[in-house]
C-alpha cells in the first residue's frame, strides 16, 4: 500500500505531459453509432510507464489514435473531451500542428511492423525522413541520426542493417526499428501498441528492457497497450483497465494485481498461467473469462460487463457504476465498491 500511495503522489505532484479528459469517439455503422470511447479519462506524468488493457475491441488502439489525431473519419469523429499535451489542446489543433506534434513530441510504435514499414524503402531511408521533417536536417546528418539510433536501440551491424530492408529483418529487429523510428526526435510521449505481438518471450524481454533503458535515459513517458497482465506487472507503473470503450479500473499496478477491486480486472489477472515450485498433482484449466465482449451499438442502460459478470446482481443491469474510489489513486468502476456490505450482500444473494 505505502507503495501505491508514493506513485499516486508523484503522479499527482508532476505536471502532467498528457491528459485525457473524458474523451469520446463514434463511429457510424449499420447497426447505428456506436460508441467506441465513452468517457475516457487518465493523465500520465514526464518518464512515468501507464499501461492500457484489455481484451481485443476494449478500445486500446482506438485511444492511441484519439491521442495521435489518427481516428478514421469518416465514419469515426472524436465526439467530445479534451486531449492536453502540456495544456494544449490536440483536439482543436490544426492540421499542420498536429503534424509538428506526430513523430516529434508524440510517437507510436505501432502493433505490426511488417505492414508499417515500407518495403521499398531501407529502413535507414525511413528513419533518416522522421529527422529531416521534423528536425530539418540535411541527408547526411539524417543518416548519420538512422544508424545512431540503430545502434541504440541494439541493432547489430547497425550502419549495415541501414541499408537493408524490411523484409531482410528478423521480427525482432524490425521491432527495434519501429523503435529507433519512434524515438528519433525524443519525444516527450511514446505509445507502444503491442510492441511485443507475435515475438517469443526472449525476444519480447529484450524489446521491454530496451524500452525501460531508453526511457531512463530521455525521461520519456510510455503508454504501453497490452492484453497482457504480465507485460503490465514488467513495465507499467500505473494501469488502466478498459472494456468496451470504458475505463473499469485505475491505478498503481502493484495494488491492482494484489487487490483487483473490479471482476473483468480479476478475470484477466487469472486468466495468466503462473508456474509454481509445487504444482497440483492434477493439471487444472486454465481460467477464462466466458462469453465475448458485447457489440459496442447495443451496450445498455448497465454495466457493460454485467453479462459475462460472475458477480453480477439487479443495479448492474439497470445502471452504469461511476469511478468509484478505492484509495489514493485507485478507481473502479464497479457497484461492488459502493453502498458497502449491502451491496456485496446482494450480489452474494443473486449470485446463489
Known amino acids: 500500500m505505502a507503495e501505491a500511495e508514493a506513485i499516486a503522489d508523484r503522479t499527482e505532484a508532476a505536471a502532467p ?22 468517457g475516457i479519462g487518465f493523465a500520465l506524468a514526464p518518464g512515468e ?12 488502439s482506438m485511444t492511441a489514435l484519439a491521442i ?13 473531451g ?4 502540456r495544456g494544449e489542446d490536440l483536439l482543436a489543433a490544426s492540421p499542420r500542428r498536429l503534424r509538428e506534434v506526430r513523430g516529434n513530441e508524440i510517437s507510436m510504435i505501432f502493433q505490426e511492423p511488417m505492414t508499417s514499414l515500407n518495403p521499398v524503402f531501407t529502413i535507414g531511408d525511413q528513419i533518416a525522413e522522421t529527422v529531416r521533417v521534423h528536425q530539418g536536417l540535411d541527408r547526411r546528418g539524417a543518416r548519420a541520426r538512422a544508424v545512431e539510433m540503430l545502434q541504440a ?9 541501414a541499408g537493408e530492408y ?10 527495434r526499428v519501429m523503435i529507433a523510428m519512434a524515438l528519433a526526435c525524443q519525444p516527450s510521449v511514446l505509445i507502444a501498441d503491442e510492441p511485443t505481438t507475435a515475438l517469443d518471450v526472449t525476444v519480447q524481454a529484450q524489446i521491454f528492457d530496451l524500452l525501460k533503458d531508453l526511457q531512463d535515459r530521455t525521461g520519456t513517458a ?34 491492482i494485481l494484489e487487490r483487483p477491486r473490479h471482476p473483468y480486472t480479476q478475470g484477466l489477472i487469472a486468466c495468466v498461467p503462473h508456474l509454481t515450485d ?23 442502460r448497465g454495466c457493460a460487463f454485467a453479462a459475462r459478470c460472475p458477480q453480477v446482481f439487479d443495479r448492474c443491469r439497470a445502471e452504469a457504476p461511476p469511478a468509484i474510489a478505492i484509495s489514493p489513486g485507485h478507481r473502479a468502476a464497479c457497484w461492488l465498491n459502493a453502498d458497502g456490505a449491502a451491496t456485496r450482500a446482494a450480489a452474494e444473494e443473486a449470485g446463489r
Do not use: N
Open 17 to 38: 505531459v498528457l491528459e485525457l479528459q473524458d474523451v469520446h469517439v463514434e463511429f457510424d455503422t449499420r447497426a447505428g453509432v456506436a460508441h467506441v470511447l465513452d
Open 49 to 60: 510507464t501507464l499501461g492500457i488493457v484489455g481484451e481485443s475491441g476494449c478500445g486500446k
Open 68 to 80: 495521435m489525431g489518427l481516428v478514421p473519419s469518416p465514419p469515426g469523429r472524436v465526439a467530445g
Open 82 to 85: 479534451r486531449i492536453l499535451l
Open 153 to 161: 536501440v541494439g541493432m547489430p551491424a547497425a550502419e549495415a542493417r
Open 166 to 175: 524490411p523484409h531482410q529483418l528478423s521480427g525482432g529487429m524490425r521491432q
Open 222 to 255: 510510455i503508454i504501453m497497450i497490452t492484453h497482457d497482465m504480465g507485460a503490465i506487472a514488467e513495465m507499467a507503473d500505473r494501469v488502466v483497465v478498459m472494456y468496451a470503450g470504458r475505463q473499469a479500473e485505475e491505478g498503481p499496478v502493484a495494488e
Open 278 to 300: 509445487d504444482p497440483p498433482p492434477e493439471r487444472l484449466p486454465l481460467t477464462e473469462i466466458p462469453g465475448v465482449v458485447p457489440p459496442l451499438t447495443s451496450l445498455g
